[in-house]
C-alpha cells in the first residue's frame, strides 16, 4: 500500500508539471483598470488570445492543458488499478497456501498435545494472517466434539482474537458487522448479544436480518425469538422461513409464540399466529380470541384459519357471532373453518347461511362445510333437498356433482 501511495504522488507531481509548464504561454498584463472580461486579439480561432482576471492565452494552449490533464488522470488510474489488481493476486495466492498451513497446524494442535498455544503466536502478527487464521478455526470447529470445540475456543481467546471480531462488531461499516455476527455465531460466543442487539431495527435490511440470524444461533435454548419483543422494522416472509429452518436443524426448544400475539408490528403477529399453528400451540386460547378482534383484516383471517386447523371448538362460537361484521373475504373463510371440523352444533348455523345469504359463493362454501361434516352432513343436505322451505336443489347439486368439484 505504500508503494501505490509513492507511485501516486510521483504520477502527482508529473501532472502538476506538465500544468505549470503550459502556463508559459499565459502571461500577465499590466495592471491596468479597464481589463476587460474577455478579449479577442487575433483573426485565426485557435490562435485567438483570451483575457481573463488578467491572465492571457490561446485557445490551443487551453486545449493542451485539458488533453494533458485528461491523460494524466486516466494514466494515474490505469496505474492504481493495475496495481490493486497485482497485489489482490498476490494476496489471493497467499491466501491459498496459509488456509492450507493453518488447517495442518489446527488439526495437529487438536490431536497432540506437544503443540502448544504459543506456537500460534508468530503467525498471528498480522490483521491478514490473523483473519485467515480466524476463518480456519471456525471451518474446522465444525463438526467436531465439544471437548474439541472448547479447545479451539481457547485458542481464540488466548490468541486476542476475539479483538478482531469486536473491532468488525464495532465498525461502522455494514458487511464487516456482519462478518463479525457470523464468527460470533459459529463459535457459539453468546456473552456479546447486547451489541449485536443494537441492530435489530436497523435500516439496512441485509444487516438487520443478520443480526437476527445471529441471535437466534446465540440465544439461549428457551428464548431463541427474544428480539421479536422489541422488532419495530419489516419482518419478510423470507426471514421467517429462514428462522424457521434454523430453529428445525438446529432442534431448538419452541417458545410459546403465543407471547408476540399482541406485538405492534403486524409481521410478528403474523409469524407467531403461523407458528402457533405449526407447533399445535393450543393453550394459546385467549391469544387467539384477542386476535379475531385485531384492527387488522389480514391478521383476523389467520387467526380464523388457525382456529379451524387447531380445532378449538370452543372459539367457533365466537367465530359465529364475528360472521355478520367481518369482510367478505373473512366471512368466506369463517365458513370454510367451520367444515374443517366435524362439529354437529354448527350445521345449523351454516344451514342459516344458505337459507340468509343471497351471494352465491357464501351460499356454496356453506354447502361444502356440511359436506365435510361426513354422514350427519349427508343427511343434512338430503334433508335441505326435500325441504318446502326453500329450493336448495341447484345449489346441492352443484357441490355433490363430483365432476365439478
Given amino acids: 500500500m505504500n508503494r501505490i501511495k509513492i507511485v501516486i504522488v510521483i504520477l502527482g507531481l508529473l501532472f502538476a508539471s506538465s500544468f505549470f509548464f503550459q502556463t508559459k504561454y499565459f502571461h500577465k498584463i499590466a495592471e491596468r483598470s479597464d481589463i476587460e472580461f474577455i478579449k479577442y486579439d487575433s483573426e485565426n ?7 481573463f482576471a488578467g ?17 494524466s488522470t486516466m494514466l494515474i488510474l490505469l496505474i492504481f488499478i493495475l496495481i490493486k489488481r497485482t497485489n489482490r493476486d498476490k494476496r489471493e495466492k497467499l491466501r491459498n497456501v496459509l488456509l492450507e498451513q493453518y488447517q495442518d497446524l489446527i488439526l495437529s494442535y487438536l490431536s497432540d498435545s506437544v503443540i502448544k498455544k504459543e506456537g500460534f503466536k508468530k503467525i498471528a502478527r498480522n490483521k491478514f494472517s490473523r483473519q485467515i487464521l480466524i476463518e480456519q478455526i471456525i471451518d474446522v470447529s465444525h463438526n467436531l466434539p465439544i471437548d474439541a470445540k472448547l ?13 478482531d471480531t469486536l473491532s468488525k462488531v464495532d465498525s461502522f461499516k455494514w458487511h464487516e458487522k456482519i462478518q463479525g455476527f457470523k464468527e460470533l455465531s459459529a463459535l457459539n460466543i453468546k456473552i456479546y448479544n447486547h451489541k449485536i442487539k443494537k441492530c ?3 435500516k439496512n435490511d441485509i444487516l438487520r436480518i443478520e443480526s437476527h440470524i445471529a441471535l437466534v444461533k446465540l440465544s439461549d435454548d428457551s428464548e431463541p ?29 419452541v417458545p410459546n409464540f403465543g407471547r408476540w400475539v399482541d406485538s405492534k408490528n403486524l409481521d410478528v403477529v403474523m409469524f407467531c399466529l403461523r407458528m402457533i399453528r405449526e407447533y399445535k400451540q393450543v393453550n394459546n386460547y385467549d391469544e387467539l380470541d384477542r386476535a379475531l378482534l385485531h384492527e387488522d383484516e389480514k391478521v383476523r383471517k389467520t387467526a380464523i384459519e388457525v382456529i379451524g386447523d387447531l380445532g378449538l371448538f370452543s372459539l367457533f362460537k365466537v367465530l359465529k357471532k364475528r360472521y355478520k361484521y ?40 356453506a354447502v361444502k362445510s356440511i359436506k365435510n361434516m361426513g354422514e350427519d352432513g349427508k343427511i343434512r343436505l338430503e334433508k335441505m333437498m326435500n325441504s318446502d322451505y326453500k329450493n336448495y336443489n341447484i345449489i ?3 357441490v355433490l356433482d363430483d365432476r365439478i368439484n
Avoid: A, C
Avoid at 330 to 347: A, C, F, L, W, Y
Fill in 45 to 51: 480561432t485557435w490562435l485567438k488570445v483570451y483575457e
Fill in 396 to 398: 346441492i347439486k352443484h
Fill in 326 to 365: 367481518e369482510t367478505y373475504d373473512n366471512s368466506i373463510e369463517i365458513i370454510k373453518t367451520m367444515g374443517k371440523r366435524p362439529v354437529k352444533s354448527v350445521m345449523n348455523f351454516l344451514q342459516n347461511v344458505v337459507d340468509v345469504e343471497d351471494d352465491v359463493n357464501l351460499q356454496i362454501e
Fill in 151 to 163: 479447545k479451539l475456543n481457547k485458542l481464540y481467546f488466548f490468541l486476542g482474537l476475539i479483538k
Fill in 55 to 71: 491572465l492571457q492565452m490561446r485557445l490551443v494552449d487551453m486545449l493542451l492543458v485539458v488533453t494533458l490533464s485528461l491523460v
Fill in 225 to 253: 425469538f427474544e428480539f421479536l419483543t422489541n422488532l419495530d422494522y419489516h419482518f419478510s416472509l423470507w426471514e421467517q422461513i429462514t428462522l424457521h429452518q434454523l430453529m428445525v436443524e438446529n432442534e431448538m426448544n
Fill in 200 to 202: 435489530i431495527n436497523s
